[in-house]
Nanobody
Framework: QVQVVHSGGGSVQAGGSLTLSCAAS????????MGWFRQDPGKEREWVAG????????WYEHSVEGRFSLSLDKAKKTVKLHMSSLKPEDTALYYC???????????????WGQGTQVTVSS
């Protein structure tokens, strides 16, 4: 059974940086995606970034491109989301997720972490 556990998050002022970490266990190969989503109260959950573990290919949602980056440790099966130049609109509950398929598609992800709050103050 695949399990996803993540850590990190917290509060930061606008322009600051935070790093979220995520570990996936239970996979016996590297043909899967690890991704990050976020959700504001009253809004739909949105995909933020994803990485294909086999070849480390990564993709980003347009609004975070150039500010967020993913780093993958294949041996430890962990991925970190490095967030910089944070804006108040980045405030949300962030979720790490994993699954098999197209890494930019929300439907790919069927294993989810518990969520961690990121708050950016102006």
């Amino acid at each position: 059974q695949v399990q996803v556990v993540h850590s990190g998050g917290g509060s930061v002022q606008a322009g600051g940086s935070l790093t979220l970490s995520c570990a996936a266990s239970g996979y016996t190969d590297d043909d899967y995606c690890m991704g990050w989503f976020r959700q504001d109260p009253g809004k739909e959950r949105e995909w933020v970034a994803g990485v294909y573990v086999r070849n480390s290919g990564a993709w980003y949602e347009h609004s975070v491109e150039g500010r967020f980056s993913l780093s993958l440790d294949k041996a430890k099966k962990t991925v970190k989301l490095h967030m910089s130049s944070l804006k108040p609109e980045d405030t949300a509950l962030y979720y790490c997720a994993s699954g098999r398929g197209f890494c930019r598609s929300a439907e790919t992800y069927n294993y989810w972490g518990q969520g961690t709050q990121v708050t950016v103050s102006s």
